[in-house]
């Protein structure tokens, strides 16, 4: 199994769609979970950290399967300004070891 | 606000010319890392330091060096760039929560050219 690996889309949605992404993970021992999300030649930014209850901000909603070893994005009534690449991110070791990124899910919302 | 700030957002070099990139981020983060970003192969580590003065080798090191003389600042040396060094390189910066890497705060980038 790869570290940590996405589809990498693209996911083509209409405004207002429901759209979800999966990401898995290889660690069962890892720690923390965040996505990222890239804008076209930006850099990345956190968009969430994803805790073992699940969490929700606003239309964004993150939750964490460790049995099954991946975690989710859903992103409800999506804007034309969601269209980004989304980044799935592990922390895959104990200690001090960099965090490991996902090779991203491109979206693009349609109008 | 966390802030990663990085010498240039463009640079043309020419093969064989050493490089300097430069990333100084503000918020006392122990670690610093470099990347690098191509089309298609997402982000792959560079180096990254834990401490002033130190550095380990990430996924790509070859061609590359990087100092950490001062916290707040982590520059990364192409001794003589070639042309498929040409790519975007993002820098970022962390601390450790309860003895694990935190978030990650990522300067803006800069799109090196070798020509």
């Known amino acids: 199994r790869k570290e940590v690996e996405q589809d990498p889309g693209p996911f083509n949605v209409p405004e207002g769609a429901t759209v979800a992404f999966n990401c898995t993970y290889s660690n069962s021992a890892s720690q923390s979970f965040f996505w990222y999300r890239q804008d076209c030649r930006k850099e990345p930014k956190l968009l969430m950290s994803v805790y073992s209850s699940g969490n929700e901000d606003g239309r964004f909603t993150a939750q964490l399967n460790r049995a099954s070893q991946y975690i989710s994005l859903l992103i409800r009534d999506s804007k034309l300004s969601d269209s980004a690449t989304y980044l799935c991110?592990?922390?895959?070791?104990?200690?001090?070891?960099?965090?490991?990124f996902g090779k991203g899910t491109r979206l693009s919302v349609i109008a | 606000d966390v802030k990663v700030t990085q010498s240039s957002r463009y640079l043309v070099k020419r093969t064989g010319e050493k490089v300097f990139l430069e990333c100084v981020q503000d918020?006392?983060?122990?670690?610093m890392f470099w990347y690098r970003q191509d089309p298609g192969l997402g982000l792959r580590l560079i180096y990254f330091?834990?401490?002033?003065?130190?550095?380990e080798k990430g996924d790509i090191p070859e061609g590359y060096s990087v100092s950490r003389e001062k916290k707040e600042r982590f520059s990364l040396i192409l001794e003589s760039a070639s042309t498929n060094q040409t790519s975007m390189y993002l820098c970022?910066?962390?601390?450790?929560?309860?003895?694990?890497?935190?978030?990650?705060?990522f300067g803006p980038g800069t799109r090196l050219t070798v020509l």
């Open positions: 991110v592990v922390n895959l070791y104990s200690g001090n070891t960099p965090l490991v």
């Open positions: 330091s834990y401490d002033v003065k130190m550095k």
């Open positions: 970022a910066s962390s601390t450790l929560d309860r003895g694990f890497m935190d978030t990650q705060y």
């Open positions: 918020m006392d983060h122990e670690n």
